[in-house]
């Protein structure tokens, strides 16, 4: 077991914010050791730790050197990614990894539901339903978070519920292809802003 390192917390936790920061860094990085993974993105080094023992027993990470308490490295081992399928980062659920890259259907709901949005440009609650196979109440409170947001402007409809009345709303501001998510606190996450400034940070 590696030395524990100590590091500022993100507000990431052991979330899919986390893992998705975490995989980006593999992405950037193709060579590197947890603590600089740490100490990059700001995260708790359990978490760190979790998920590259992960993706290495999951074959997505090679071993390049050994940790080695009495070495020249600084008792860190390092790795290689060997499988970069992607932008989505895989999931370890229940001791097996699920990776969305390759298999759509392991993509969360919410990703799934802003790719409707970005493939529409123009949508109401019940075409999307229709579209992903979702909660229509789920989905119109994901689109009410995005609008009051900035991502997308109300064009008719109202909230009163009766037939043919649902909001129909149009995406204006497209960041990119990963889903903005609302956090437990209720703030706004959007990946693919955070995501410019970590690629910049790690290749400093």
């Given at each position: 077991?590696q030395a524990a390192?100590e590091?500022?917390?993100?507000r990431?936790?052991?979330?899919?914010?986390?893992?998705?920061?975490?995989?980006t860094?593999?992405?950037?990085?193709?060579?590197?050791?947890?603590?600089q993974?740490?100490q990059k993105?700001?995260?708790?080094?359990?978490t760190?730790?979790d998920y590259?023992?992960?993706?290495?027993n999951?074959?997505?990470?090679?071993v390049?050197?050994e940790?080695?308490p009495?070495?020249?490295?600084?008792?860190?081992?390092?790795?290689?990614?060997?499988?970069?399928t992607?932008?989505y980062?895989?999931?370890?659920?229940?001791?097996?990894?699920?990776d969305?890259?390759?298999?759509?259907?392991?993509?969360?709901?919410?990703?799934?539901?802003?790719q409707?949005?970005?493939?529409?440009?123009?949508?109401?609650s019940a075409?999307?339903a229709?579209?992903?196979?979702?909660?229509?109440?789920?989905?119109?409170r994901?689109?009410k978070?995005?609008?009051d947001e900035?991502?997308?402007?109300?064009l008719s409809?109202?909230a009163?519920?009766?037939?043919?009345s649902?909001?129909?709303?149009?995406?204006v501001r497209?960041t990119?292809?990963?889903?903005p998510?609302?956090?437990?606190?209720g703030?706004?996450y959007d990946?693919n802003?955070?995501?410019?400034?970590i690629?910049?940070?790690l290749?400093?």
């Open positions: 077991m390192i590091a500022p917390q993100r990431y936790g052991k979330t899919a914010e986390a893992k998705l920061l975490i995989w860094a593999m992405r950037v990085l193709r060579e590197f050791e947890a603590p993974l740490i993105l700001e995260l708790g080094d359990r760190v730790y590259v023992q992960a993706l290495l999951a074959g997505y990470l090679s390049l050197a940790y080695a009495k070495g020249e490295r600084g008792n860190c081992a390092r790795y290689r990614l060997e499988s970069d992607g932008l980062p895989p999931r370890p659920v229940k001791g097996v990894v699920r969305p890259n390759l298999h759509p259907e392991f993509r969360d709901k919410r990703e799934r539901l802003w409707a949005i970005r493939q529409l440009r123009v949508m109401d075409q999307l229709t579209l992903t196979g979702q909660n229509q109440g789920a989905i119109s994901y689109l978070f995005l609008s900035g991502y997308l402007a109300i409809g109202n009163s519920g009766k037939a043919g649902w909001i129909t709303y149009r995406l497209e990119g292809p990963l889903a998510m609302k956090r437990r606190d703030t706004l990946p802003l955070d995501l410019k400034d690629k910049r940070r290749l400093k």
